[in-house]
């Protein structure tokens, strides 16, 4: 399937719900999308796409970022790293702090997970005020790791998560609102 026919089948399976989980978002939900097996293999594949031969392993973020990285893992042939919520990995980790459109959070990865100077490129599902996307990309490089790019399903464009990444990162939104 071709990018653009993804980004139609995709669009047709996106769930709107205002107010979650509070009052003035707009949540894109991506439920529908995993579950409808067409769907979810295009939009695994169409993530890694433009980015082929320049990465090395997927970072997931968790929760929702675990299940598109892990499927665009699979199908390009490499691993996965999971970035987690804090207070979940068992070994030394590194943190980062961050916000993002409804609160904010921190993000863990296991010191040494990867050789020095692994191409890791991050997914996740939505970049929308990039706090997230922005802070997982802060672990990569503190780890040792070379951030290959970010690549996510969708951008909230108006909330101009593009500014928050660090300047010079590739990123990637298949859809963009
Ligand atoms: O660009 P930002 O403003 O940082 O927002 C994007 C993040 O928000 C959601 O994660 P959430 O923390 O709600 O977690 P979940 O995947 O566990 O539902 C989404 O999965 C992204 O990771
Ligand atoms: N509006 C939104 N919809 C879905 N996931 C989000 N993460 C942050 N903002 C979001």
Do not use: Q
């Amino acid at each position: 399937m071709n990018e653009s026919e993804t980004r139609a089948l995709v669009e047709s399976r996106l769930a709107l719900i205002p107010d979650f989980p509070e009052p003035g978002v707009l949540f894109r939900d991506l439920t529908p999308v995993f579950a409808d097996g067409e769907a979810f293999h295009a939009l695994a594949e169409a993530l890694t796409a433009p980015f082929a031969g320049r990465f090395d392993v997927l970072a997931g973020v968790e929760a929702r970022g675990f299940l598109l990285a892990a499927a665009a893992s699979v199908a390009a042939g490499v691993g996965v790293l999971p970035i987690r919520k804090a207070g979940k990995l068992p070994r030394a980790v590194l943190r980062e702090e961050y916000s993002l459109e409804y609160g904010t959070a921190a993000l863990e990865v296991h010191e040494g997970e990867l050789p020095p100077g692994t191409r890791v490129l991050i997914v996740d599902d939505v970049l929308a005020t990039g706090g997230t996307v922005a802070a997982a990309a802060r672990l990569v490089e503190r780890a040792g790791w070379h951030v290959a790019g970010v690549s996510v399903a969708i951008e909230l464009a108006e909330l101009h998560g593009r500014d928050a990444l660090p300047a010079g990162l590739e990123a990637y939104s298949l859809l963009s609102y």
